[in-house]
């Protein structure tokens, strides 16, 4: 006979029998533990109906459908006031000449006019005198990475080289002859201290000096440009760079130039009186930039002119720095939108003229240039009159066999003297690592084991890695 309980409660629990041993199916109880670990009341309790929008997903979701979704990260915000339109290009251009911090140097001269050519400070620092180095800073002489921050007040080293530029100034103003000479050599060897020094030395004299510091900033078409009316081929005036450089040549020379008035008659697009000064003339050209062109060729036909009895020309000298981009094709374009060189630019074509010999001072003076070895263009010409001149193979080819030859490179580069600086000598190094022990920059002391070491690492005397390894390797 069957049994009428329920075979799910006794396989689900164990039945309740009451001790008389007679057994009732109506008080069968169903007992469950308060807990568990039974894998099929978990997966009962599992497979419970779930909630509307908590289901469970398999699998992977449909193509289209929602995935994993990644916040973007917000643009940050600037909170900050934005530079002011140049002040970025004011800070990178920044030159600091003094140090409260560092140390004053006993007992160093000046330069003047007697120092310049006493041979007996060979390797010796000399101060350049206050008024010298407002007009230095007016012409852009002084550069951002020469150091001038570590000492008290700029100075310069004098070297064999300051006394030959020195003694060929004297000759030149003497004869009246014009010095054409273009300086090259490795990263950091002078170049820029040397144009620097022939300039105080020029200012020292009372000469007219005109600099311009860097070459790439007349051929990298960051300036306006147009073309000069009546010129044949046709050259292109930069208004907005020569009203800038005739503020720079007044500040730097308005001691010489307020002193010398008109002498000649000038075509100029605004009335000028007949006995005005030339400071007077510069300035007005420096304050509209629409007219700084033409007043520019009137004050270099003044100061240009022979002297006479009645208007007395004083020596002219004329700098660029980092001629390469002088010697190749500008990034601005003619009307044909095809790239213009820099020779048909007025105020380097104005240079190139009495730089290549074309043309000269008659009141002497001297045109001194300097490549750079840290901002190099590629100018094939150039380069390879450069190591022409430099090599002493006779069968050194005439042009470059790889490239066009640019003719007007060339023809400019072929009576140029060609001077390479080399490094420092012992005692030249010497004197300079002793200013810098003075300054109270280097704690070392500076004896022969001390300077051999640092005169090694710079590459046997380079000025710039000398001042690196002494400066920029302190403990």
């Not at 072929?414 to 003075?438: H, M, P, Q």
Request: hydrophobic letters at 40%; charged letters at 25%.
């Amino acid at each position: 006979m069957s049994s009428s309980a329920c075979w799910k409660c006794v396989l689900r629990s164990r039945p309740i029998v009451p001790s008389t041993g007679s057994y009732n199916p109506q008080i069968c109880v169903s007992y469950a533990h308060p807990f568990s670990t039974s894998a099929r009341q978990n997966r009962v309790v599992a497979t419970a109906t779930p909630k509307k929008g908590q289901g469970i997903q398999k699998g992977p979701p449909a193509r289209g459908g929602g995935g994993l979704k990644l916040k973007k990260k917000a643009v940050p915000q600037r909170t900050g006031k934005p530079p002011a339109p140049g002040e970025r290009r004011a800070m990178r251009k920044r030159v600091v000449l003094s140090n409260t911090n560092a140390l004053e140097v006993q007992g160093i001269g000046e330069l003047n006019s007697e120092t310049m050519g006493d041979e007996t400070l060979d390797g010796k620092i000399v101060a350049f005198p206050g008024k010298l180095v407002d007009k230095l800073r007016a012409l852009e002489a002084f550069k951002p990475t020469q150091g001038w921050s570590w000492f008290r007040k700029p100075g310069t080293l004098l070297r064999k080289e300051s006394f030959a530029i020195a003694a060929e100034l004297a000759e030149t103003e003497t004869s009246k002859s014009t010095l054409r000479r273009l300086y090259v050599g490795d990263r950091g060897v002078g170049k820029s201290m040397t144009l620097l020094q022939a300039m105080a030395m020029a200012l020292t004299k009372d000469w007219i000096v005109i600099n311009i510091p860097e070459g790439y900033d007349l051929t990298n078409a960051h300036t306006a440009y147009a073309p000069v009316p009546d010129s044949s081929p046709t050259e292109y005036s930069q208004k907005t760079y020569v009203a800038h450089l005739l503020s720079n040549i007044r500040s730097a020379n308005t001691s010489v130039l307020s002193k010398l008035s008109l002498s000649l008659h000038h075509k100029l697009p605004i009335p000028l009186q007949s006995n005005i000064s030339l400071d007077r003339l510069a300035e007005l050209g420096a304050q509209d930039a629409d007219i700084a062109w033409p007043i520019f060729r009137a004050l270099w036909a003044e100061i240009s002119a022979a002297s006479t009895a009645e208007h007395r020309r004083p020596p002219l000298m004329f700098c660029v720095d980092s001629i390469g981009h002088l010697m190749r094709a500008t990034e601005y374009r003619d009307a044909d939108f095809k790239l213009i060189h820099a020779h048909n630019l007025a105020l380097v074509r104005l240079f190139v003229e009495y730089f290549s010999g074309q043309k000269a001072l008659p009141n002497g003076g001297a045109l001194l240039a300097a490549v750079s070895a840290s901002n190099v263009p590629k100018t094939p010409t150039f380069d390879w009159v450069l190591k022409q001149q430099a090599s002493t193979n006779e069968q050194w080819p005439a042009i470059f066999p790889h490239e066009a030859t640019d003719e007007r490179v060339k023809k400019t580069m072929e009576t140029v003297e060609i001077k390479r600086l080399l490094g420092l000598s012992r005692e030249e190094a010497r004197g300079l690592i002793e200013y810098y022990a003075a300054s109270g920059i280097t704690r070392n002391k500076v004896d022969e084991r001390f300077l051999s070491e640092k005169y090694s690492l710079s590459g046997g005397g380079i000025a710039g890695e000398l001042e690196r390894c002494v400066l920029g390797m302190r403990a």
